[in-house]
């Protein structure tokens, strides 16, 4: 069983489009996370959800919006994509309290491309 | 706001020798976390090891250990009898005790040759 699973692997999508990105863990944990890593895989995070409510929205652009129907799931939704949006989506879990010490546990990432 | 940096863009091995891989970072709290994690090139992240600040003793992982020099906010990964399989980016990430943002370094691309 995947412990934390991201559809889809791989898009390719034109400009102007809309598109989401699934994430789903199995692991119990409290809180997810969006991840983006650029071309020079430098990593950042995005947004964080604990028990469905946003906890981190760093500056990213409205076009992006997170969605949390259960603590298992968060989705990622972007609107009117662009070339700079190119890059691979992480999603992440991790428990709080106890756990934290463990880090994160990552999806195997979202290739998008969008031309 | 913590910052983590790995000055080593990229470094390379003999197979079966040891590397060291060097990471620093700034904070101003006493207690937090740090992970050294692997991603190859299928791109899957992978935790390396961690270590407890308030901990002194250095973590270790079977070929994979740390040198935790606290007071100088150093945080370096050695990698013992390097196999082809170690080839990645290795990036190391801070945590604070609190905190819910594993803030990352730019990573470092070690090569193994055979």
């Known amino acids: 069983d995947t412990a934390v699973s991201q559809t889809p692997k791989y898009l390719v999508t034109q400009m102007g489009n809309d598109k989401s990105i699934k994430c789903e863990q199995n692991?119990?944990?409290?809180?997810m996370y969006w991840y983006k890593q650029d071309s020079k895989k430098f990593l950042k995070i995005m947004f964080s959800y604990n028990n469905k409510e946003l906890i981190i929205n760093e500056t990213v652009p409205n076009r992006f919006s997170p969605k949390s129907p259960d603590k298992a799931h968060l989705n990622l939704h972007i609107n009117s994509l662009e070339l700079g949006d190119s890059a691979v989506y992480f999603c992440?879990?991790?428990?709080?309290?106890?756990?934290?010490?463990?880090?994160?546990?990552f999806g195997s990432g979202t290739r998008l491309t969008v031309v | 706001a913590q910052t983590v940096t790995q000055s080593q863009p990229e470094m390379s091995v003999q197979e079966a020798e040891t590397v060291t891989l060097s990471c620093t970072y700034d904070t101003s709290e006493s207690d937090y976390y740090l992970f050294w994690y692997k991603q190859p090139p299928s791109r899957q992240m992978i935790l390396v090891i961690r270590q407890e600040a308030y901990k002194q003793q250095n973590a270790t992982e079977n070929r994979f250990s740390v040198n935790f020099q606290k007071a100088a906010k150093s945080f370096s990964l050695k990698i013992s009898d390097s196999q082809l399989g170690d080839a990645a980016m290795y990036f190391c990430?801070?945590?604070?005790?609190?905190?819910?943002?594993?803030?990352f370094g730019a990573g470092t691309i070690l090569r193994v040759k055979s």
């Open positions: 692991l119990g944990h409290d809180t």
């Open positions: 990430a801070y945590r604070s005790v609190g905190g819910n943002k594993l803030v």
């Open positions: 992440a879990s991790s428990q709080a309290g106890t756990g934290v010490s463990y880090g994160y546990t």
